[in-house]
């Protein structure tokens, strides 16, 4: 069973930014980060796998990275430009096997979720 263990969620205000880990307890082929508003479906915002390839969600483009550290077996979110709009419970999750390009932002591919953390920009 994979342990995936989220930090770094606080409150900020709009136009600030923020960095999120994700702790994993082994290597995982493709990890990503996803987000779940009130009242709304969780959604993907970003993907990485091991060859580094990523994917992100058209909302985040050009403000969000998603990058690792193999050595630590950690996968983080750096968020800037940060928007009232991005405020949302951020799940880390994995996926042991390959997953197609265009689906790597469906929650339905993964394995494996983190707990969560609260990400508030107020404006």
């Known amino acids: 069973q994979v342990q995936l263990v989220e930090s770094g969620g606080v409150s900020v205000q709009a136009g600030g930014s923020l960095r999120l880990s994700c702790s994993a307890s082994e290597y995982i082929y493709l990890m990503g980060w996803f987000r779940q508003a009130p009242g709304k479906e969780r959604e993907g915002v970003a993907a990485l796998d091991s060859d580094g390839n990523t994917r992100y969600a058209d909302s985040v483009k050009g403000r969000f990275t998603i990058s690792k550290d193999n050595a630590k077996n950690t996968l983080y979110l750096q968020m800037n430009s940060l928007k009232p709009e991005d405020t949302a419970m951020y799940y880390c999750?994995?996926?042991?096997?390959?997953?197609?390009?265009?689906?790597?932002?469906?929650?339905?591919?993964?394995?494996?979720w983190g707990q969560g953390t609260q990400v508030t920009a107020s404006s």
């Open positions: 999750a994995a996926a042991w096997n390959w997953v197609p390009s265009p689906l790597r932002l469906s929650k339905n591919e993964y394995n494996y």
